[in-house]
């Protein structure tokens, strides 16, 4: 069973960054595209970011220009570099490996972004 491990959540103020870590247990980067995913209080679930297994990036066009995601195939890690952070952005992010119909879901990092 490969596990998701997502870490580097907090709080920060608008205007400030963060990046997002997410280790798995197991290589599956060359087999699942990667995601990044965030659901804030009383909202749907939002695809922020996704790394395909060739390595293309697409992003959701609220987080274009401010989002990055990158992995590191020797660290079984994928990363999701968040700048200019704004309230909105303000969730809990998940790391999933192969779409919202996959079992490869991590347990979640709460962002949170206020003065």
């Known amino acids: 069973q490969v596990r998701l491990v997502e870490s580097g959540g907090g709080l920060v103020q608008p205007g400030g960054s963060l990046r997002l870590s997410c280790a798995a247990s197991e290589n599956i980067f060359s087999v699942l595209n990667m995601n990044w995913y965030r659901q804030a209080p009383g909202k749907q679930r939002e695809l922020v970011a996704t790394?395909?297994?060739?390595?293309?990036?697409s992003y959701a066009d609220s987080v274009k220009g401010r989002f990055t995601i990158s992995r590191d195939n020797a660290k079984k890690t994928v990363y999701l570099q968040m700048n200019s952070l704004k309230p909105e952005d303000t969730a809990v992010y998940h790391c999933?490996?192969?779409?919202?119909?996959?079992?490869?879901w991590g347990q979640g990092t709460q962002v949170t972004v206020s003065s």
């Open positions: 999933n490996g192969g779409g919202s119909a996959s079992r490869y």
């Open positions: 790394i395909s297994t060739g390595g293309s990036t």
